[in-house]
């Protein structure tokens, strides 16, 4: 197991998702599988792309960090996604 991770997804209805985990490539994964794991605002959201990620130092950060962006409007999670720091953004099309 990783580092645990932010993440955004972006959904089939083109809105964003937001998440964290240890392996952000099998979340992703979970979320687009139809075996339950997915969360319910992606289950009718298929497929999902991973958009963006950055690391965090443990469960607490992370989740706190999910909580910042989940504040930030549509507009600003997509600046993010955009000009994300070095690194850290996700290498799927934004």
């Known amino acids: 197991m990783g580092s645990w991770q932010v993440y955004i997804v ?9 998440g964290i985990a240890r392996d952000v490539e099998r979340r992703v994964a979970e979320h687009n599988a139809g075996n339950g794991l997915a969360a319910n605002y992606t289950r009718s959201r298929r497929p999902v792309v991973l958009v963006y990620q950055e690391p965090a130092a443990d469960r607490s950060a992370a989740s706190k960090r ?8 549509r507009a600003q999670k997509l600046a993010l996604v955009a000009g994300g720091p070095a690194g850290t953004r996700a290498t799927a099309a934004a």
């Open 10 to 18: 972006r959904c089939a209805d083109d809105s964003l998702y937001t």
């Open 66 to 73: 999910e909580y910042q962006i989940k504040q930030l409007s």
